[in-house]
């Protein structure tokens, strides 16, 4: 199984970037994706994620301001980003339940400055 991350970069404060992340290979009952971050020197938090019945969960400092959603004919998740600040400045690593595993993404990213 492996995870394909893409959609980081570099934008303005209270610009918007879509991050998504697919999923490839033995996907057998393919559970909750979602997202966390990792800004220097602070511990990887918890972004966003989806089950696969479309209930979701947000990090309290993204609330509001981005959404998590799944395609689940293509194993795809994607994590659309507006409003964005600095402190949104992080590398971003999608995951992915499927069974009983938990795997990652290699990571993207995403750095918010004028």
């Known amino acids: 199984v492996q995870l394909q991350a893409s959609g980081g970069g570099l934008v303005q404060p209270g610009g918007s970037l879509r991050l998504s992340c697919a999923a490839s290979?033995?996907?057998?009952?393919?559970?909750?994706m979602g997202w966390s971050r990792q800004a220097p020197g602070k511990e990887r938090d918890l972004v966003a994620a989806i089950n696969p019945t479309g209930e979701r969960n947000y990090g309290d400092s993204v609330k509001g301001r981005f959404t998590i959603f799944r395609d689940g004919a293509k194993n795809t998740v994607y994590l659309q980003m507006n409003s964005l600040k600095p402190e949104d400045t992080a590398v971003y690593y999608c995951?992915?339940?499927?069974?009983?595993?938990?795997?990652w993404g290699q990571g993207t990213l995403v750095t918010v400055s004028s």
């Open positions: 995951y992915a339940m499927i069974t009983a595993t938990l795997y």
């Open positions: 290979g033995s996907i057998f009952n393919l559970n909750a």
